[in-house]
């Protein structure tokens, strides 16, 4: 029922800033919270950025905080991911999901659909 598209995702340079976005489906878009997920070479997917239904709250990663900001525009449908100071580490494949009701932000079983992912490379 839920379909997730990621874009805004490129090549730039470390200290750099990019913004990704993620459009959601559905006309329910409000009733749930979202989050965004990355996985770099060789790595685990790891948790990014997740933010509430009514974007009350936000939850970060402690690699990313006070770098990222996770938003959301519930009437358009849509989840973003500022990111700031952007780090070689931070190349990544990133995915945006939808959560499922309660359970743990931080956790990537939580979440029950997932865009197919845009690609950040940042170079030193």
């Known amino acids: 029922q839920v379909q997730l598209v990621e874009s805004g995702g490129g090549l730039v340079q470390a200290g750099d800033s990019l913004r990704l976005s993620c459009v959601a489906s559905g006309r329910t878009f409000s009733s749930y919270a979202m989050g965004w997920f990355r996985q770099a070479p060789g790595k685990e997917r790891e948790f990014v950025a997740a933010v509430t239904r009514s974007a009350s709250t936000t939850y970060y990663a402690d690699s990313v905080k006070g770098r990222f900001t996770i938003s959301r525009d519930n009437a358009k449908n849509t989840v973003f991911l500022q990111m700031n100071s952007l780090k070689p580490e931070d190349t990544a494949i990133y995915y945006c999901?939808?959560?499922?009701?309660?359970?743990?932000?931080?956790?990537?079983?939580?979440?029950?659909?997932w865009g197919q992912g845009t690609q950040v490379t940042v170079s030193s």
């Open positions: 999901a939808k959560k499922s009701p309660g359970g743990n932000y931080y956790y990537s079983k939580e979440y029950d659909y």
